[in-house]
């Protein structure tokens, strides 16, 4: 039986704007008094951190991925 070849993991794309964004958007609820506002506020600063979370579970299996592989093929340092 032929073994499967792997598929190579996704690479994440920079979450840092995210994050920024996020911050921003919190610090911004702090001084809204519409409370309307800042719940849809919080709704996306939610959002936000999600894709960052998922971006790093994707960095996470990306980083096992390449550990693996150089560990089979003897190129680990």
Excluded at 5 to 14: A, H, L, Q, R, S
Excluded at 43 to 56: F, G, I, P, Q
Aim: charged share 25%.
């Amino acid at each position: 039986m032929a073994r499967q070849p792997y598929k190579k993991p996704t690479i994440p794309e920079n979450t840092c704007p995210y994050i920024d964004m996020a911050q921003e958007l919190i610090e911004n609820m702090s001084t809204q008094e519409d409370a309307g506002f800042r719940e849809s506020q919080a709704e996306l600063a939610k959002a936000l951190l999600e894709h960052v979370r998922t971006s790093n579970i994707m960095l996470r299996d990306s980083s096992h991925y390449w550990y693996t592989r150089s560990k089979k093929s003897g190129t680990n340092p």
